[in-house]
């Protein structure tokens, strides 16, 4: 198959197949990034403007790695949380970047949806490094990603995905991505923040950790954010870590080889007792450098796709 | 000058009216239902309209519009909201005092009642504020709005949360028989919301209001009318609960209407998708058991009226981020074809729609419209409920266009529209 769209926005839009296109792809881009010369012409003379409305320097960097190991030119655009809702508005500073000469947009926002602003707008090509609650869809792809490289498949592994479901975008795109590709996918953590709305995803739910284990692959920790716990979601930090966070114990219960996960930086002693986040490092390592490979098999394909149409 | 209207079919619920028959108008007011029409035909002095195959019924009365101004001109005017109302069918609007200053007081009552009476061409009646500033704290100046012209108060937009406040605005009200009208939403169980809690907030990570958010109101809301006696009218009704909670209190005899909006019976969350700005509005749009229970409602007429919560905002403004968006729609010129549709589906007769855009609304806010009866103003819409259009911005007369049924091919057209004997719209 070959891959038809011009934006990717996150998983919940795209089928079994493109899903499977994109991993495939990013095989072939991996290989790239261990050569000598880590470079292919892909995206020469397009100009990629990463557009990030919140500070992450970790998803930013692995971008602006991936788009210039493709050769493209680089802009970036940052601009912190207050702007968002002062001054200039998304679109206009967006249209902006385009009549400067960008052709692809990646954006990272704090409000779910402004990825479909633009693409609704504007001839760009829209990559979402991040929206809001909504979806995370290359750090999924990632996951997705490690997860077949370490288990050599992702059809019928049981796959947790624990913490803050309500608010994770990691989760959502994980949710659709595990789901689509034949993984039975179980969520857990306090009812304050699991979903109540969650059929259509097939996710199964579950609000005790241990039994949630029983049985796993893929143990998937989300991190907490740390500002939620002066909110009313749940009494203490302490209390989310005695029933909420993994320690080795708990680990028992899954599977012998359970692998363990993490879309980083950790909460040392609150997701993942210190011990499973030292174990775990070297899973979560490749996670990272995995996200580079992911991100580069995202820009070719729609650089492709745009090229076709 | 006499308008003669002949050959359509008169539709009256004020008066059990349905037949065909003709209309004679005359300085302004209804004259007299002609058997004959041949001598009027030759009086030079006499226009006249040919409503063959068209349906003639009182102009339509709307109980929940914001009119932007003073304030928010860019969004509309009191003029270029009569304009929308008359391509409506809409004779007689009623504007919630959301304004800026908001209408707590009686020189703001005044202000827009002289706008209205220079700059617009259909009948407009304010609602006044039920606190100062709607800030729900302490009662606005109530009687001398009601002095002023006000028909009713309300703090749409936001609930009065604090319940001994309301609880004297409904005794206070009760001077001057006026309602209290109600937005019931608890704005902490809605928190930061910005659509209905469900599958497909919960798919956009938006953040959602759940039902609760307006059952809970108006049940306290009842709760309170109970106690003191008070006419009580909640808006734009979107779920389930409120229709059960409605239904249950007036079976018991407390004083409460209810008003239902084209696009609670019309869309649903779905909408939303795409994050669909056009689609944002308070109370969000809800899931099919909500509007179908919305639809049952208007049948079982638990929901009296109907009424649009027609809400302005300028494309710049909805052209943002979901969650920066405001909430609203326009609905003012798509009111008619959208509640055609009931009758289509056969969940209405024609009369029983008309009743609840005319005579109904009218009777909750005691206005005096919304009738043809020998006497009244010549106040009336003339429509083809089977004629075919596509709803697109050209022919939006309000100032903005932000409306999720742009593109949608509906029946039902206005012809004309007349406000006290004189022709304000003609398509
Ligand atoms: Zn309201």
Redesign the interface.
């Known amino acids: 198959m070959t891959f038809q769209r011009k934006h990717i926005l996150g998983l919940?839009e795209l089928s079994a197949e493109e899903i499977t296109l994109i991993l495939d792809t990013a095989e072939s881009m991996k290989e790239v990034s261990e050569r000598d010369v880590k470079k292919v012409p892909a995206l020469r003379g397009v100009t990629v403007c990463n557009l990030f409305y919140e500070p992450s320097t970790r998803t930013r960097s692995s971008f602006e790695i991936a788009e210039k190991r493709l050769s493209a030119d680089v802009l970036n655009f940052t601009s912190s949380h207050s702007s968002?809702?002062k001054g200039e508005?998304?679109?206009d500073t967006a249209r902006n970047l385009e009549a400067m000469g960008a052709s692809v947009i990646v954006i990272r926002?704090p409000?779910?949806?402004?990825p479909?602003?633009l693409a609704?707008?504007l001839d760009s090509s829209i990559i979402n490094a991040g929206?809001?609650?909504?979806?995370h869809p290359s750090q999924a792809l990632l996951d997705l990603f490690t997860i077949r490289e370490i288990k050599g498949k992702i059809k019928g592994l049981k796959v947790v995905i624990a913490g803050d479901i309500l608010h994770s975008?990691v989760a959502?795109s994980n949710i659709w991505g595990l789901s689509k590709l034949g993984a039975e996918v179980r969520v857990v953590g306090p009812p304050t923040l699991i979903?109540?709305?969650?059929?259509?995803?097939k996710a199964k739910t579950f609000y005790n950790l241990d039994k949630a284990i029983e049985g796993a692959d893929v143990v998937m920790m989300l991190r907490i954010q740390m500002e939620r716990q002066d909110s009313e979601y749940f009494p203490s930090l302490r209390e989310y870590s005695r029933f909420f966070g993994l320690k080795r114990d708990k680990l028992k219960k899954a599977k012998k080889n359970v692998t363990v996960m993490h879309p980083g930086p950790i909460n040392r002693g609150i997701e993942l007792s210190s011990d499973i986040a030292d174990d775990a490092g070297s899973v979560i390592l490749d996670q990272v450098s995995n996200g580079i490979a992911v991100r580069m098999a995202m820009f070719y394909l729609v650089a492709s796709a745009r090229r076709n149409q | 000058m006499s308008i003669l209207i002949k050959g359509g079919r008169i539709i009256d619920p004020s008066q059990k009216m349905d037949e065909k028959a003709n209309i004679l108008i005359e300085n302004g007011k209804v004259k007299s239902f002609p058997k004959t029409t041949k001598k009027l035909e030759q009086d030079k002095k006499v226009k006249v309209i040919n409503a063959k195959g068209k349906v003639v019924s009182p102009g339509f009365v709307d109980i929940h519009v914001h009119l932007r101004e003073p304030g928010f001109e860019h969004k509309e005017t009191i003029s270029s909201g009569c304009k929308s109302a008359a391509a409506g069918g809409f004779t007689t609007i009623v504007c919630m005092p959301n304004t800026n200053p908001i209408n707590d007081n009686a020189s703001v009552t005044e202000y827009i009642m002289l706008k209205a009476r220079t700059e617009g061409i259909v009948n407009v009646f304010p609602i006044g504020a039920i606190t100062k500033g709607e800030k729900g704290e302490s009662l606005a100046q109530i009687g001398e709005m009601y002095e002023a012209g006000c028909v009713g108060v309300s703090d749409d937009g936001v609930p009065v949360m604090n319940s001994k406040v309301l609880r004297h605005a409904m005794e206070y009200v009760q001077a001057f028989d006026i309602p209290v009208i109600s937005h019931a939403e608890d704005i902490n169980l809605s928190g930061a919301g910005v659509m209905n809690?469900?599958?497909v907030?919960?798919?956009?990570?938006?953040?959602g209001i759940p039902c609760a958010s307006e059952d809970i109101i108006v049940s306290r809301d009842i709760t309170v009318a109970e106690l003191t006696g008070a006419r009580l009218h909640i808006c734009h009704v979107s779920s389930a609960g409120s229709v059960r909670l409605i239904k249950a209190a007036k079976k018991r005899g407390v004083k409460v209407t209810a008003e239902a909006t084209p696009h609670h019976f019309t869309l649903t969350d779905e909408a939303v998708n795409?994050?669909n700005t056009n689609a944002k509005m308070n109370p969000p749009l809800r899931t099919e058991k909500d509007r179908l229970a919305v639809i049952q409602g208007l049948k079982d007429d638990t929901l009296d009226a109907i009424a649009t919560d027609h809400a302005p905002h300028s494309e710049?403004e909805k052209?943002?981020?979901?969650?920066?968006a405001p909430f609203g729609i326009i609905g003012l010129e798509t009111c008619l074809p959208l509640s055609l549709k009931l009758v289509e589906d056969k969940v209405l007769s024609l009369n029983k729609m008309i009743s609840k855009m005319t005579n109904i609304p009218s009777d909750i806010l005691k206005l005096g419209k919304g009738t043809l009866a020998v006497g009244s103003a010549a106040d009336v819409v003339i429509f083809d409920p089977d004629k075919e259009i596509t709803v697109d911005t050209d022919m939006i007369h309000s100032k903005s266009t932000n409306s999720p049924f742009i593109g949608w091919n509906l029946k039902g057209k206005v012809e004309h529209t007349l406000v006290n004997g004189k022709v304000v719209f003609s398509a």
């Open positions: 919940e968002v809702t508005t998304l679109l926002h409000l779910s949806g402004a479909w602003l609704n707008e929206d809001g609650s909504h979806e975008r959502r979903p109540k709305y969650l059929k259509q995803t | 809690e469900g599958e907030s919960t798919q956009l990570g938006l953040a795409q994050y710049d052209k943002v981020e979901f969650d920066l």
